[in-house]
């Protein structure tokens, strides 16, 4: 009953799930190499695993945000997320949330879905995927909408 109500909606969904993702995971790498918008802990030093991961999320998020080359990055990034758990919190205890690798884990499912589902309605990837489309339908001659 429900599911015809909910199924238009998917595309824009998983589109604000990248996009609110991006912006989120942005913060993360900023705070790393510019400690912007809040200092990182005390101890952490830019020539780093740690510092790699915030040059990655840097470069990373902007794809995400506008959805260009989603799968990729994707995939790219929840491999990331997976180490920086087994790195830098699995051995502080069993629990994500008693190690502080709650949001690690999230984040490395998030991705994963990503790479899976693609990056929804609003992305930049949709946008080429329809004009590959339209000049494989007729070519030489553009489609108006």
Same mark, same amino acid.
């Given at each position: 009953?429900?599911?015809?109500?909910?199924? !238009?909606?998917?595309?824009?969904?998983?589109?604000?799930?990248?996009?609110?993702?991006?912006?989120?995971?942005?913060?993360?790498?900023?705070?790393?190499?510019?400690?912007?918008?809040? !200092?990182?802990? !005390?101890?952490?030093?830019?020539?780093? #695993?740690?510092?790699?991961?915030?040059?990655?999320?840097?470069?990373?998020? !902007?794809?995400?945000?506008?959805?260009?080359?989603?799968?990729?990055? $994707?995939?790219?990034? $929840?491999? #990331?997320?997976?180490?920086?758990?087994?790195?830098?919190?699995?051995?502080?205890?069993?629990?994500?949330?008693?190690?502080?690798?709650?949001?690690?884990?999230?984040?490395?499912?998030?991705?994963?879905?990503?790479?899976?589902?693609?990056?929804?309605?609003?992305?930049?990837?949709? #946008?080429?995927?329809?004009?590959?489309?339209?000049?494989?339908?007729?070519?030489?001659?553009?489609?108006?909408?």
């Amino acid at each position: 009953m429900f599911d015809s109500v909910r199924r !238009p909606w998917r595309p824009e969904a998983l589109a604000i799930l990248r996009i609110s993702t991006a912006l989120i995971y942005l913060q993360h790498g900023l705070q790393k190499l510019i400690s912007f918008p809040v !200092p990182p802990l !005390p101890g952490y030093q830019l020539a780093s #695993l740690a510092g790699l991961a915030g040059v990655l999320e840097v470069v990373a998020s !902007p794809f995400l945000l506008i959805g260009l080359f989603t799968r990729a990055w $994707s995939f790219l990034m $929840s491999g #990331l997320m997976a180490v920086a758990y087994l790195i830098g919190h699995a051995g502080k205890g069993f629990y994500p949330i008693a190690n502080g690798g709650d949001v690690a884990v999230l984040c490395c499912f998030i991705f994963l879905y990503l790479s899976a589902a693609g990056g929804g309605a609003w992305s930049a990837d949709g #946008l080429l995927a329809a004009r590959g489309k339209q000049k494989a339908v007729l070519p030489g001659v553009a489609l108006s909408r």
